[in-house]
């Protein structure tokens, strides 16, 4: 039987198929758990996106676990803490960050507030737009970073423990989060609708100020100003949780190991600072995702997934013939 093509020429054409996957594949998300506690990340995709691995797991303490996004991925990260699931039956919930699904996996449900949200809209033709919530309050300190990216890329989230600062008013789970005011109180000057239901009329708060102070670059508030998104271009994203315990990271020596797939690798050890610069962003943006609700809801591609299966065919076809 006549071989289809030469071993050279075949490792040629996986090569190329494997550079064509890289170039349509959308961005790559790393969770890192820097938290002293067990934190239980939920990944909710917007409609018109797939999901990605998994939209639920556990990361334990010094924990970090890779998603590959389809193109045009949008889409939200957060973290649920407290959580406990019965080992036999699997069921069970979280003290805060709850998407009431009853088990690990979230399943498309998202996060019960408050939740402070990491939200994407990654795109493989243009800019990717990202921030952190806390239009729906708060409950663990997060932030991402952008790596390899061009463009602005900065670092955004909140190193601070905002519940140590939460006013009374506001506090939920006995401490283990923050509301924000629109839930807390209900008014239409802090959820901004009805007569506050635009960015001249819905100003910030007390409350949103002290989430604001907390945390600059974050949106406290549903029509907070534009710099609270920022822009990348082609880009890798770590979102950690409890960014500020990096201290001890040098004291770490696990060797950086990629983790993708799997429940809990070592540290990514990128070696980026998480602590943002000082402010002083330029963005010209106006979100239009600013209540978390991402409008962009393209469609993800069928292309990647039939470049990774002919990519399988032909490794199946060189392991074959070889
Ligand atoms: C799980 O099942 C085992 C065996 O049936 C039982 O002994 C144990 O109490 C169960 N655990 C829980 C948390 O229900
Ligand atoms: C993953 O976590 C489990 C239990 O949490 C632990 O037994 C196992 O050693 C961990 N594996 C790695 C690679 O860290
Ligand atoms: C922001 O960008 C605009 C246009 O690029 C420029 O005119 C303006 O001076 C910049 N502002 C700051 C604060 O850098
Ligand atoms: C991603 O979105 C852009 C802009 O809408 C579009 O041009 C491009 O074809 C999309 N890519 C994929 C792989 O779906």
């Known amino acids: 039987m006549d071989l289809p093509f030469s071993h050279s020429s075949s490792i040629y054409i996986i090569t190329l198929i494997l550079l064509l996957c890289k170039g349509t594949a959308g961005a790559t998300f790393t969770l890192i758990n820097r938290c002293s506690y067990t934190v239980w990340p939920g990944i909710l995709s917007n409609a018109g996106s797939d999901r990605l691995d998994t939209t639920g797991f556990e990361l334990p303490t010094g924990g970090s676990r890779s998603f590959q996004a389809p193109p045009n991925w949008s889409g939200r990260f957060w973290g649920r ?42 795109s493989s033709s243009t800019q990717d737009f990202y ?24 670092s955004t989230g909140c190193v601070t423990d905002l519940n140590q600062q939460c006013p009374a008013e506001l ?21 901004c609708n009805g007569a506050y239901g635009s960015p001249d009329t819905c100003k ?12 600059p670059r974050s949106y406290s508030y549903a029509y907070d100003d534009p710099t609270s998104t920022f822009t990348c271009t082609g880009a890798d994203y770590t979102i950690t949780f409890c960014p500020s315990s990096t201290s001890q990271k040098s004291a770490r020596d696990t060797p950086p190991t ?20 000082p402010m002083g962003i330029n963005s010209s943006w106006l979100p239009n995702f600013v209540t978390g609700d991402s409008s962009k809801t393209l469609s993800a591609s069928a292309l990647h997934t039939t470049l990774i299966s002919s990519t399988t065919l032909y490794l199946s076809l060189f392991l074959l013939y070889s």
């Open 258 to 277: 990629s983790s993708t797939g799997t429940a809990n690798g070592s540290e990514t050890g990128t070696g980026e600072d998480p602590v943002p610069v």
């Open 81 to 122: 803490t407290g959580c406990t699931f019965d080992p036999n039956t699997s069921q069970g919930s979280c003290a805060t960050g709850d998407c009431g699904s009853n088990q690990l996996e979230c399943n498309g449900a998202g996060a019960k507030p408050p939740a402070t949200l990491a939200e994407f809209t990654v």
């Open 131 to 154: 921030d952190v919530s806390l239009v729906d309050g708060y409950n663990i300190p997060m932030i991402v970073d952008a790596n390899g990216g061009s463009g602005t890329c900065l």
């Open 204 to 215: 910030p708060s007390v409350y949103s100020e002290i989430f604001k102070a907390a945390c």
């Open 171 to 191: 506090r939920a789970g006995n401490g283990a989060a923050c509301k924000s005011a629109c839930e807390a109180f209900g008014k239409p000057e802090y959820c």
